[in-house]
């Protein structure tokens, strides 16, 4: 689903690939309507003086400033309150989020031009133009690059190790946060923050650490604060495989598996997961493979899982399988060696059910599962009834 992160309507809904990219590859651009607003950054500065384009002081105003008021800009009153002199739509603006990350901006800009004739009277004429630019991102969401519809690179993007940007700036920057180059502060979410002084702006919210303004413990080549919450965000030490499985799992085992992987990833255990959540039609695309339309095996060797759609655990967001890597990056598959058997110690801490525990199919040890209590042809019934919370199934 793309959306617009401002106003979050719809712009598309569609298939895609694991990748993110769109299915419909016979369109090769993103369309979308432009939505209006003020033109204006996310701060804005409000003051009291005169400017020179011909507005007369609004009733109530010091008539003391003789001089008319700046267009677009706001400004205070006698009455201690504030009015917009005239609106400014000069710009507008739209970012495009997929999978919670800004992907694109779509900026439409008018301008107008006015001629005298030779009557004396005034006539003007209004022009657009839209500029529109894909973003390229580094490991940690950081914007390095923006592309136009031709495919060609139109900027580049560098930051210190704190985020300060060097040269060109965009409305996205270090690890993707909102940028506003006016002020020099990137919008996190819960506070703002300053790379120039690699500081937040005010006190850490939830008091997390010795120092409240300290940006990840003044070390951010280890660790990154993705909401100015924390000093180093658990989730994003984890690789990117594993967010974007974690984020596909039912809400009521994401901190969990969270806890167990990194605690894994500490005592020097890498532990990646490759299956998580599975739609029930992509359950099915799996059961397809190796049978002929009636289900029969007529490719033994080809045969992925016995389970149909909707009889899976991974149809619900509620079970993961996971592979262990040694120190060199090769896969691990002695399941009766140290490794697996911390991993399996580990997932039962955390409230899961190990495969390694199961009689049919028998010692399915890279799958790690938590039922609530549910039977899956229980939940199956949860989920045709719509008894459901943003697509999951209701388990507490």
Known sequence: TLYDGMSFDIIREQESFADGYFTNTSDTYVDWQASGGESASRYRYIGEEAGSNGLSPASGENQANSQSLISGNFHANSNADYRLVSPNRSRSSVTLFAKGEAVATNKNSYSTSTTSTSTGNRSGTTSASTKRSYFGTDMIGSVRSSTHDD????????????G?????????????????????????????????????????????GH????????????????????????KAKLSKNNQIHIDKLHPAIRDKTIEMLSNLNENGINVEIVSSMRTIEEQNALYAIGRDKDGKKIEGEKIVTNAKGGTSNHNFGLAFDVEVYDDKGKKDWNDKGESWQAVIKEGEKQGFTSGSTFVNPKNDFPHFENMFGYSTSELKKLYDEGKTTGGFVNVN
Request: net charge negative; proline share 7%.
């Open 151 to 162: 495919g060609l690179n139109a900027n580049y993007y560098d930051y210190d190790v704190f």
């Open 164 to 208: 300060k940007p060097f040269g060109e700036t965009s409305d996205y920057g270090y690890v993707g946060k909102p940028y506003d180059p006016v002020t020099g502060l990137s919008n996190y979410g819960y506070r703002d923050y300053s790379p120039k002084t690699a500081r937040f702006t005010t006190v850490d919210p939830i008091r997390d």
């Open 211 to 234: 120092n409240w303004y300290a940006y990840c413990s003044n070390d951010p080549v280890n660790f990154v604060d993705l909401w100015g919450l924390s000093a180093e965000d658990v």
